[in-house]
């Protein structure tokens, strides 16, 4: 790229506003990108695609996120910690965002995370629970939780052997109704069965065995330096599309 494009971009996408508000995103932006190898997978991602999945793993992947999209992801974390006192206060809470980093020999691959917590469900066993913030509408037309989201809870559910839990959809906006819609888990020896108002609603079988070899093949292609191949489906508004291309060689 040459020089003056390069200075007209990054004139583009200096924040703009009171120097508060640039202050806030400059820091925004600087806890975001660039993503570096960490040496472990965030069980967050763990539900991608291997191509996907090595690019966060290696530290490669990029984000076209803006600025409101980041205070969008912040108030989630917020959500977490408003949750967290409302169960401190319900007196269910048996922990709160506990950190795990383990990976071999005590497990075949590195994973870093934080769950969000851990309650008391009022039959005495634990439960854990992950808090997602959402809109109105997705609370309302959601059958099951999304792949993503019930990868990352089998993978804490498997580290921290929690068996039983479930995932608390809360809504962001401020539309009138619903505020909060929670499905309850199952680890079931791998597989994930999901339930909604006490019926069986989805079942996602071998979903821990399946998620461990893919990070298997991901750390081990990293190890020996080799890309997991493109996405079945590679879409064209991707936006690891140009990381990609790189990393093939295409122009
Ligand atoms: S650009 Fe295509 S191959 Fe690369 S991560 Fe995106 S969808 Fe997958």
């Not at 925004?28 to 793993?57: A, E, I, M, V």
């Not at 854990?128 to 939780?145: C, E, F, M, R, Y």
């Not at 020996?224 to 599309?241: D, F, N, T, V, Y």
């Amino acid at each position: 790229m040459n020089k003056g494009l390069g200075n007209l971009i990054n004139k583009i996408n200096e924040p703009r506003g009171h120097w508060l508000e640039k202050a806030i995103v400059s820091y925004q932006r600087s806890r975001q990108w660039p993503r570096k190898h960490t040496g472990f997978f965030n069980p967050s991602s763990c539900g991608k695609s291997t191509r996907l999945l090595y690019l966060d793993y290696a530290g490669l992947s990029t984000s076209s996120i803006d600025d409101r999209g980041l205070d969008y992801m912040d108030s989630g974390n917020w959500a977490h910690k408003q949750y967290a006192s409302y169960f401190e206060g319900a007196n269910i809470l048996v922990a709160e965002e506990l950190p795990i980093r383990i990976g071999p020999p005590d497990i075949p691959v590195p994973i870093s995370g934080r769950t969000d917590a851990i309650l008391r469900s009022p039959s005495g066993e634990e439960f854990l629970v992950d808090v997602k913030g959402t809109n109105a509408q997705k609370i309302s037309t959601l059958k099951h939780p999304e792949i993503e989201v019930l990868t990352q809870w089998v993978l804490y559910s498997w580290i921290f052997m929690v068996p039983k839990g479930g995932i608390l959809y809360v809504n962001r906006s401020v539309d009138p109704s619903p505020s909060r819609k929670v499905f309850d888990l199952e680890n079931d020896d791998g597989s994930v069965i999901v339930s909604f108002q006490g019926q069986q609603v989805h079942k996602e079988e071998c979903l821990l065995q399946n998620t461990v070899n893919r990070m298997l093949e991901v750390y081990n292609n990293y190890k020996a330096s080799k890309i997991p191949p493109r996405c079945g489906k590679c879409i064209l508004s991707c936006e690891q599309r140009t990381v990609c291309d790189r990393l093939d060689n295409k122009p």
